[in-house]
């Protein structure tokens, strides 16, 4: 079981009654209103902190990612945030997760598959390359890309850097969306014969046959939690099934939102703000925006408005509790969330990547801090060999990095 | 399907076989093409009306055939789809035919007579997209909700025209069809004109010959009536005919008066 902090970086300071006054966390928020660039530089050096932490506590990986003109995540260039992860962690057997730069919207792909080459090469071989898609408002409503490309384009630039990375002569790229007459890499990743690839993906059924197909570690990023996922990661297993690969389970990941304190109670009054302010606030976009005409191809279309899996539920009615209850978020006394995040997520869905949300929202440093760390001492070491009996190995993780260590201790009291 | 409407329909394959076209025609007179805008093909009242005097020819936009869908990905460009329906006059037989267009289905038609000013002979444009203009930017209509779209479009949203194209059916499998087909048609018409529907028209717009008319809903909320003016000072000779208590679907909201502003136009 490899476990991965996961961060958003998003706006921790948003006006009380932003989801009442703005249109949308995404796409249309007023920068100017809103948001102040030194403050932004200190939320960036705090998510960078925070990341740095997780890693000294005993995380096996941590994760940025990519999005565009909003206020839940933005870090439009997640690969500048981990070439600082990369060099700072070079002393810890910590793998890079980049979830990661957004393969459709570079110009040209191959850019990509340099970045994260150079971010191997830094790292001395960590990097886990994750190839999203990247989400509608990102790439149709801020990057311009016609929703009926979006996948389209996404593969060709899926093929173009697989190829740039293993080929060994230069070649030649006639594609569709991109030509290039000599593709020859500099650098190579020193994970060869590329580092492992996961493929973020919301639930489209052809994401699915893509991931199996190409052997990827397919990574649902999920907000709704296991119960809602479930239906889902059942659709990808058979898939996988239907296609004769084994049932290991690091074919999979899965992204919960976690919240640890000392007791149940503890954990309610420690983080029900910051939980509430992340579902009301940071995912305030227009339902329709998740979806514009075309983005699905007519098969997924077509399945998702006969079974509607998505935005059944309209969470700015819920609260705290419903979000616990419906396992939104796991959160509770340290015996409380491993057991749940084992029974639902882990098992449950079959899960072994699975990566965790510490920093929700508004929560600020030093309570993200706190929440790492009792993770990183009370969950994370029962979590850690769920599947060692098994005898799965973990393709999708740098090789070096495979076999299970013992964490270090907790630098809790070396970060003031 | 419901909406045929004592139409006949033929499907033709054009491009090497992989785009198939479903025309619905109806009438007798002069032959007429009509290009339907970004929500798909309805066999109308002012198409009722227009096929009294012509034989109205209403081909679907690639991708929005029935049993089809997929067809729409063997077609990358604009210039794909003009030498497309290039291709399904030239199956049909056609060498000119007067043109008529709603909205993206106007574009289309400015288009195909900007590529080969010999293929329209006469022009009716109603409310076309294809120009911009940074102070008065075109509606993104694919980023409404479903419940916002109706009043975006129509003057009337209760108006019978806008029932037309949102039906509200009680039984969930054909609201499901047509919130499905509804969805496609608008992927399948933006995928030539994401993000912005200006692709260069302006620049071919000189090369058209036939005589125009361009229809608009004075109420045109999608692309307001200053689009009329662009239009117009761009095509040599074109006439505006503004439209009261319409939106961006005139020929539904007002059909008599369309159709008769349409048919006195196009008569020989």
């Not at chain 1, 569709?176 to 492992?196: C, E, S």
């Not at chain 1, 997924?300 to 979000?323: G, H």
């Not at chain 2, 329909?9 to 619905?24: E, F, G, K, M, P």
């Not at chain 2, 203009?133 to 975006?152: C, F, I, Y």
Request: neutral net charge.
């Amino acid at each position: 079981m490899k476990i991965s902090a996961f961060h958003l970086m998003p706006h921790r300071e948003l006006p009380a009654d932003f989801e009442k006054r703005y249109e949308s966390v995404w796409v249309t928020p007023p920068w100017w209103e809103l948001a102040d660039p030194a403050r932004v530089g200190q939320y960036y050096n705090w998510t960078l902190d925070e990341l740095l932490f997780a890693a000294r506590a005993g995380f096996d990986g941590v994760c940025t990612n990519e999005h565009h003109q909003n206020a839940y995540g933005f870090m439009p260039s997640p690969n500048i945030m981990g070439a600082v992860l990369a060099k700072a962690t070079n002393d810890l057997p910590v793998a890079v997760v980049q979830m990661g730069a957004t393969l459709p919207t570079q110009n040209p792909p191959v850019r990509v598959a340099e970045e994260y080459a150079m971010l191997d090469c830094i790292s001395g071989g960590r990097l886990v390359a994750g190839l999203p898609l990247g989400s509608p408002m990102d790439v149709n409503l801020c990057y311009g890309i016609t929703p009926m490309e979006h996948r389209e384009r996404y593969r060709e630039a899926f093929a173009l850097v697989m190829k740039a990375w293993t080929a060994r002569e230069i070649f030649a790229w006639n594609g569709k969306y991109t030509q290039l007459a000599n593709v020859n890499l500099w650098p190579r990743p020193i994970q060869q014969p590329h580092p492992p690839v996961w493929v973020p993906g919301s639930g489209s059924i052809s994401t699915f046959d893509f991931a199996v197909d190409n052997e990827v570690c397919y990574c649902f990023l999920s907000y709704s939690g296991a119960k809602s996922a479930k239906g889902m990661m059942d659709g990808y297993w058979n898939v996988v099934t239907k296609k004769g690969r084994d049932a290991n389970p690091y074919r999979a990941g899965f992204l919960q939102l976690v919240t640890v304190a000392e007791t149940d109670a503890k954990a309610e009054e420690l983080y029900a703000k910051h939980v509430e302010y992340f579902y009301h606030k940071c995912l305030h976009v227009p339902a329709v925006w998740f979806s514009p005409p075309g983005n699905q191809d007519y098969r997924s279309l077509e399945a998702s408005a006969r079974t509607p899996m998505r935005f059944a539920v309209n969470a700015k009615e819920l609260r705290y509790r419903d979000f616990v209850e419906k396992g939104y978020v796991i959160s509770g006394s340290p015996a409380t969330v491993r057991q749940r995040l084992q029974e639902e997520v882990v098992k449950g869905l079959r899960v072994g990547n699975l990566m965790v949300l510490l920093q929700i929202g508004s929560m600020p440093h030093e309570l993200t801090l706190q929440n790492m760390d009792l993770f990183a001492r009370e969950v994370l070491p029962s979590l850690r060999p769920v599947w060692e009996n098994e005898g799965w190995v973990n393709h999708w993780w740098p090789e070096k990095l495979r076999a299970r260590f013992e964490p270090t201790p907790s630098p809790r009291n070396r970060v003031a | 399907m419901s909406d045929l409407n004592g139409t006949s329909a033929r499907t033709v394959s054009v491009w090497q076989d992989q785009v198939r076209l479903r025309i619905l025609s109806k009438g007798k007179g002069p032959g007429v093409f009509f290009f339907h805008g970004p929500w798909g093909l309805h066999w109308d009242p002012f198409l009722d009306a227009l096929a009294r005097d012509f034989t109205v020819h209403a081909p679907e936009h690639p991708g929005t055939t029935p049993g089809a869908p997929d067809d729409i990905t063997h077609l990358d460009n604009l210039w794909d789809l003009v030498l497309c329906y290039d291709e399904l006059l030239d199956s049909l037989g056609i060498e000119s035919a007067a043109m008529v267009g709603h909205s993206f289905g106007a574009m289309v038609a400015c288009e195909l007579a900007a590529a080969n000013p010999r293929r329209a002979g006469r022009l009716a444009l109603i409310d076309p997209i294809g120009l911009w203009l940074d102070d008065t930017p075109v509606t993104n209509w694919m980023m409404l909700s479903a419940g916002e779209m109706p009043g975006r479009i129509f003057h009337d949203p209760a108006s019978a025209g806008a029932k037309l194209l949102f039906p509200s059916p009680a039984d969930d499998d054909a609201r499901i069809s047509a919130q499905v087909g509804l969805t496609w048609a608008m992927g399948s018409t933006g995928k030539f004109i994401w993000p912005i529907p200006d692709k260069g028209l302006k620049k071919r717009l000189h090369r058209v010959k036939a005589p125009t008319l361009l229809i608009w809903g004075a109420e045109d909320r999608i692309a307001p009536p200053v689009y009329a003016e662009e239009f117009a000072r761009r095509i040599p000779g074109a006439r505006i005919e503004s439209v009261k208590g319409a939106g961006h679907a005139p020929q539904l909201e007002q059909p008599a008066v369309v159709a008769d502003r349409v048919r006195e136009f196009l008569r020989p």
